[in-house]
């Protein structure tokens, strides 16, 4: 059946809509966000302040404190070892499966592309959790497609029945849910969830999610909300750096996991920063949409200001980057990287099942990254959180 676009501001059949102004405060402060009038004085009572606010945020994340990412940096190092100590947690993300049913323009997934697609049995799932498990790993996210028909909710959480035997923490990166679905899947063993607004400019969410469930903004946005409410410890934030404005994506993030935290002081938040990465190649040469003005100083400067923002939330280096930032950020803004890992469906035990979602920058195992953190004097920690 032929998809029809819709109004992306209204909720769809079927999805539920929660009574929040989260919301509308976020997207107010996103649009008063000035990164630009921050002089290089407002960057310093950000540094110098204890609790830094939403206003100190902004001149964090200004060309202002572009210049001055050194002293950035020393702060920074300060709030993470004083919350974090040198632990650094190591996971690996787990495919297991890659249809989606959405036409975003960014990603390889996408319906629109004539890739492998693929899904996971339950006994090719245990395959997977016993080869990770092997490493030592103790954590691992469970990532979809968005499509409900191929990969259902009971579909996940059977999946996460099986790895429950292998892991103590499972964290989720799949489509959004209701909040009684992800009350059902944390009886399942799912322990936090993680989702990406993408972007935090509406009318820019409209022209890269032409067609699709994915389409519906407000419905996106409460996923972390409606986590909560459904008993979930934990809930990740981000936005695609690179696709908007990355200053201002940033900004509303980090506006959002905020008044989310005040609002459920008991969760655990956590950030992730992933960059604009090309998806596929075509005729070999790789193939990506986006603005691509997020170099690696910027990407480390919002990095930094998040851990000057909100010190006590984690902060998670993927393998978008390459090994040599990512072993540079380690203890001093990030405290989890992911490690061995398999962007397709599948990889981990026998040959991939379905073609990958973007090209990885950091190809590294297990081993190596744990070598290279105790190396930097850096604890690789496996295990942070034992189910009784």
């Known amino acids: 059946m032929k998809q029809i676009p819709y109004d992306p501001m209204v909720y769809q059949p079927g999805m539920e809509a929660l009574a929040s102004d989260v919301m509308a405060q976020v997207l107010a402060g996103a649009k008063a966000f000035r990164p630009e009038s921050n002089t290089d004085g407002d960057v310093s009572r950000a540094l110098a302040a204890e609790r830094r606010t939403a206003a100190d945020f ?18 920074a190092r300060t709030e993470t070892r004083r919350w974090f100590g040198n632990a650094i947690s190591l996971f690996t993300p787990l495919y297991i499966a890659n249809y989606c049913e959405n036409h975003c323009t960014y990603c390889g997934f996408g319906s629109q592309h004539k890739i492998r697609r693929g899904k996971l049995t339950l006994d090719e799932i245990r395959r997977e959790a016993e080869t990770i498990a092997s490493t030592g ?69 409209e022209k890269v999610h032409p067609l699709g469930a994915k389409r519906c903004y407000p419905y996106r946005f409460a996923a972390q909300e409606r986590a909560l409410r459904g008993g979930m410890r934990g809930v990740a934030f ?33 950030f992730s920063f992933p960059r604009l990465r090309p998806f596929q190649e ?11 003005d997020v170099s690696e100083r910027r990407l480390l400067q919002v990095m930094l200001a998040y851990r000057l923002f909100l010190p006590f939330a984690g902060i ?33 035990s026998e040959e991939q099942k379905g073609d990958p979602q973007f090209l990885i920058a950091d190809g590294r195992d297990v081993a190596e990254v744990r070598a290279m953190l105790t190396a930097r004097g850096l604890q690789p920690v496996l295990r942070d959180y034992v189910r009784v």
Do not use: W
């Not at 404190?65 to 702060?75: G, H, P, Q, S, Y």
């Not at 990030?334 to 890992?341: F, L, P, R």
């Open 58 to 75: 902004s001149a964090l994340l200004s060309p202002a404190a572009e210049a001055r990412l050194e002293e950035l940096a020393r702060a």
């Open 137 to 205: 790993l103790q954590e691992i996210l469970v990532l979809t497609g968005e499509c409900r028909g191929a990969s259902g909710v009971e579909y996940i959480g059977e999946a996460l029945r099986v790895l429950g035997a292998y892991f103590s923490v499972i964290g989720m990166e799949i489509y959004p849910l209701n909040t009684d679905e992800y009350a059902f899947l944390r009886g399942c063993g799912a322990d936090y969830v993680s989702v990406y607004q993408e972007t935090y400019d509406p009318a820019l969410y």
């Open 238 to 270: 981000g936005s695609l750096l690179g696709l908007g404005d990355f200053r201002r994506d940033a900004f509303a993030a980090g506006l959002h996991a905020d008044f989310l935290q005040k609002k459920y002081p008991y969760a655990e938040i956590s």
């Open 282 to 292: 075509i005729g070999g040469q790789p193939q990506k949409a986006g603005n691509g």
């Open 316 to 348: 998670t280096i993927s393998t978008r980057e390459r090994a040599a930032f990512r072993d540079s950020v380690a203890g001093l803004a990030a405290t989890k990287m992911s490690a061995g890992v398999s962007v397709g469906v599948g990889g981990h």
